[in-house]
């Protein structure tokens, strides 16, 4: 499994995951639109009243400042060639399969 990464574009911080580590080859996910990758945006405050926040648990590991959580909501238009300079760090194994898991539960591919 490929680890997420942690980009800034555009002034917003995110989690690029490869479209192969979410989806897989065997079920294809049918509420994300097939790309080449998916970009989370990162947000410093979850809204408790919606179920689609992910919080980073080893966000100070990642190279973050603070704590993060993940809106799984939407997935940005970004595509896979993003620059080295906004490259802020990656994301822990534990997050990643984490975070893998609660993508595909929420929409309902668990």
């Known amino acids: 499994m490929t680890s997420a990464k942690i980009f800034q574009v555009n002034n917003v911080k995110g989690i690029y995951l490869p479209a192969e580590d979410l ?11 097939e790309k080449d990758g998916y970009f989370f945006k990162l947000i410093a405050e979850n809204d408790q009243t919606l179920n689609r926040f992910y919080p980073l648990k080893d966000w100070h590991l990642s190279g973050l400042s603070g704590p993060a959580f ?3 909501g939407n997935s940005l238009p970004i595509k896979p ?3 080295a300079d906004s490259y802020i760090g990656s994301v822990s194994d534990r997050d990643n399969w984490i975070l893998n898991h609660f993508i595909r539960q929420y929409y309902g591919k668990a």
């Open 23 to 33: 989806i897989g080859q065997k079920s294809r996910a049918t509420s994300l639109s």
């Open 70 to 72: 993940v809106d799984i």
């Open 81 to 83: 060639d993003l620059e």
